[in-house]
Structure formats: C-alpha cells, structure tokens
C-alpha cells in the first residue's frame, strides 16, 4: 500500500523559508512522479511543483518558479519542497502526490495522495 506523509508546514512570515518533506513508501517509484499541490481555502488544488523519479526531470508553476526548488533523496524515498522568499498568497495545505509523469502538472494524473500539510505566511 502507497503512503504518503508530509511534514514540514508551519506558521511563518513574508520573507521566510521552509522545507517540506514527503515520505513515500509501499513501492518502488522509479516510473512515477512526485508532485506538489496546494490548495487554499475556496480555491481550486493547484499544481506547485514536480520531479520525476527517475530522471531527476522537475517542472514548477509559473508562481512559484525561482522562489521553489523539489528535490529528491533516493536512499529516503522522500521528496522535498524548499520553499523561499515565501509571500501571504502562498497560505495554503500542500499535498503530496504521486502518479504517471505524464500529464505531470495535472493533478488528475496523480494516483496517491498524501494527508497534506499547512502553511501559512503572515503579512
């Protein structure tokens, strides 16, 4: 069974940093990508960030790209998500998700999911 457990999120200021982490576990994800959503409150999931497994491969949002970085550490299974320069509009849960790489920045292409994890970034 596919798991998916992020930490990480938390209550910051503009300005400030933080890293997410995903925990992937139950399979091998050498054929998958690893994806970011976020979703904030009376918004549609929105794709943030993805890396596929095997190629090292990422592609970001339009908003995030410079200030986000998604990374990878094989031997941990675990995805990562260093967020910079963090602005108030970037308050929202971030999930976790793996899926096909194709289609990558769709979330409908993302067969596992993680709980999510809150950030909020004050003025």
């Known amino acids: 069974q596919v798991q998916l457990a992020e930490s990480g999120g938390g209550l910051v200021q503009a300005g400030d940093s933080l890293r997410l982490s995903c925990a992937a576990s139950g399979r091998t994800f050498s054929n998958y990508a690893l994806g970011w959503f976020r979703q904030a409150p009376g918004k549609e999931r929105e794709f943030v960030a993805s890396?596929?497994?095997?190629?090292?491969?990422?592609d970001y949002a339009n908003s995030v790209k410079g200030r986000f970085t998604i990374s990878r550490d094989n031997a941990k299974n675990t995805v990562y998500l260093q967020m910079n320069s963090l602005k108030p509009e970037d308050t929202a849960v971030y999930y976790c998700?793996?899926?096909?790489?194709?289609?990558?920045?769709?979330?409908?292409?993302?067969?596992?999911w993680g709980q999510g994890t809150q950030v909020t970034v004050s003025e």
């Open positions: 890396i596929v497994w095997s190629s090292g491969r990422t």
């Open positions: 998700a793996a899926g096909s790489f194709a289609y990558r920045t769709y979330a409908s292409a993302y067969n596992y």
